[in-house]
C-alpha cells in the first residue's frame, strides 16, 4: 500500500485540523439555512498512515457525520448537505484513499464524499462545473497540503478566498522555498524562478533573495522574511492570516524551520477558533510544534507577553483617532498571540494610555471593560 509512517507533527496538524472542524462544520450548519457544505482537501493522500492512523480525509468525513448528526438531534442544523471532496493526484494512493474513505461509517445520507484523481488547481475546475460552482454563498473550508515548496498555486489560493464565505488552512513550505532562494543566489536551479513566482503569485519574493544575496542572512532571517511576505500577501485577498510554526528534522538537524500551516479567512470568528485549537496543540505557550520539543528561539510568532503586545498595538495604531473595535481586532488576531484585545486595551487604558470613548450616547459602559454590547460603539484614540 501505498503510504508512509505518521511523524509527530504529521498527527499535530491532524489534531489541528479535526478539532477545527469540530467547531467550524457546527457553526455553519446553524449559520447558513439551506445551503451546502463543502470540505474540500487539495493533497488527501493514502487516508490512513503506515503506522495506523488516520489521515486527513477520513477525520473529516468523521468530524461531518459528528456535527450533521448531533445538529439533527439538537434540532440546531440549519444547512442542507455536508459534501467531503478529496483530490489526489497519485494513481495508487488515489486507490488507497478511495478504500479507507469508503470504509469509513457514515449512517446519513446528507454526508456525502467524491474523490477526484487529478491535480489540485486543474481539479477545482471540474469541482466548479460538477457542484454548480461551490465557490458562491456556500461555506468551505479548503485544507491544502502538498508535498514541497513549489506545488502551492497562490492564484488558486486567492481565487479561493475571494469568496467571502470560503477558508484556508495551508501548508506553506518555508524550509523548501528558502534553500530554493539559497540555491539560485549561488547560481543553482535558476528555472526554480517560475516555481516561486507561482508559490507567491508575483516576483516579490525577489526583494527578499536580494537581501539574502546582499547582507550575511542567516537561514533564519530569509525564512522569516518569506513567511512575513506570504502573510502579507494572503492578506491582499483575505482579511485575516496567521501561522503556525512545525519544527520538523528533515533528517538533518534541529534547527530545521519545517513549515508553517496558515490560516487565510475573512472571519473573525474563523480566526478566533482556529488560534485557539493551534494554541492548544502548540508547545511552551506558543504557536509552533516541534518534532524535538526544543527550546530553541521562535523563528515567528514568539510567546509573547501582554506588555509586549500591548506596546505593538500601541505602535501600530499610533497617532490615530476613532479607530474602531473590528480594526483593533483584526491587528490583534493577526499580529499578536492574543485571541481578544481586551487584556491589551484594558492594560492601556488603566495606565491612561489611550482615550476611549463611545460613538453612541445612549450607551454608557465600566471604564477597561469592552461588553460584547458596547464594541460596535467604541471608538478608540491613541496617541
Same mark, same amino acid.
Not at 533573495?209 to 511576505?229: C, G, H, K, P, Y
Not at 497617532?319 to 474602531?324: I, S, W
Given at each position: ?24 462544520? @457546527? ?20 487516508? /490512513? ?76 475546475? /471540474? ?97 522569516? /522574511? ?75 510568532? @514568539? ?81
Amino acid at each position: 500500500m501505498p503510504t508512509w509512517p505518521a511523524e509527530p507533527h504529521t498527527l499535530a496538524k491532524i489534531i489541528i485540523l479535526r478539532k477545527y472542524l469540530d467547531a467550524w462544520f @457546527p457553526i455553519v450548519g446553524r449559520g447558513f439555512p439551506g445551503r451546502a457544505i463543502y470540505y474540500i482537501d487539495g493533497f488527501a493522500g493514502p487516508g /490512513r498512515y503506515a503506522t495506523g492512523e488516520a489521515g486527513s480525509p477520513v477525520v473529516a468525513l468523521e468530524a461531518a457525520e459528528q456535527a450533521f448528526t448531533n445538529g439533527i438531534t439538537s434540532g440546531k442544523w440549519k444547512a442542507g448537505a455536508i459534501t467531503c471532496i478529496f483530490i489526489e493526484s497519485d494513481a495508487q494512493i488515489h486507490n488507497s484513499l478511495m478504500s479507507e474513505v469508503g470504509a469509513v461509517s457514515v449512517t446519513t445520507p446528507h454526508v456525502k464524499h467524491r474523490v477526484y484523481l487529478g491535480e489540485f488547481d486543474f481539479t477545482l475546475n /471540474r469541482i466548479r462545473s460538477d457542484f454548480s460552482n461551490p465557490f458562491g454563498n456556500s461555506p468551505v473550508f479548503v485544507f491544502v497540503d502538498p508535498f514541497g515548496p513549489t506545488r502551492l498555486s497562490f492564484d488558486t489560493v486567492a481565487n479561493i478566498l475571494r469568496a467571502r464565505s470560503c477558508e484556508v488552512l495551508l501548508h506553506f513550505d518555508a524550509d523548501g522555498a528558502t534553500r530554493i532562494i539559497q540555491a539560485l543566489n549561488k547560481g543553482f536551479n535558476k528555472s526554480s524562478k517560475d516555481s516561486l513566482d507561482r508559490v507567491f503569485g508575483n516576483d516579490s519574493w525577489n526583494a527578499v533573495a536580494d537581501i539574502s544575496a546582499t547582507q550575511s542572512n542567516s537561514f533564519e532571517q530569509v525564512t522569516r /522574511r518569506l513567511v512575513q511576505l506570504y502573510l502579507a500577501r494572503l492578506r491582499t485577498v483575505s482579511r485575516y492570516a496567521f501561522p503556525f510554526q512545525m519544527i520538523t528534522p528533515a533528517g538533518r538537524h534541529e534547527s530545521e524551520v519545517g513549515y508553517y500551516l496558515i490560516m487565510a479567512t475573512n472571519h473573525a470568528l474563523g480566526l478566533e477558533k482556529m488560534k485557539s485549537v493551534m494554541k492548544g496543540v502548540g508547545q511552551d505557550g506558543a504557536y509552533r510544534f516541534s518534532n524535538f520539543r526544543s527550546r530553541q528561539p521562535l523563528l515567528f510568532n @514568539p510567546p509573547s507577553s501582554k506588555i509586549s503586545d500591548s506596546e505593538s498595538l500601541l505602535n501600530y495604531f499610533k497617532g490615530r483617532k476613532d479607530v474602531k473595535w473590528s480594526d483593533i481586532v483584526q491587528f490583534t488576531l493577526n499580529e499578536t498571540d492574543f485571541i481578544s484585545p481586551k487584556t491589551m486595551l484594558k492594560f492601556l487604558e488603566d495606565k491612561n494610555v489611550i482615550e476611549v470613548r463611545l460613538a453612541g450616547k445612549t450607551i454608557t459602559r465600566k471604564r477597561s471593560t469592552y461588553p460584547d454590547q458596547v464594541q460596535p460603539f467604541l471608538r478608540f484614540n491613541f496617541p
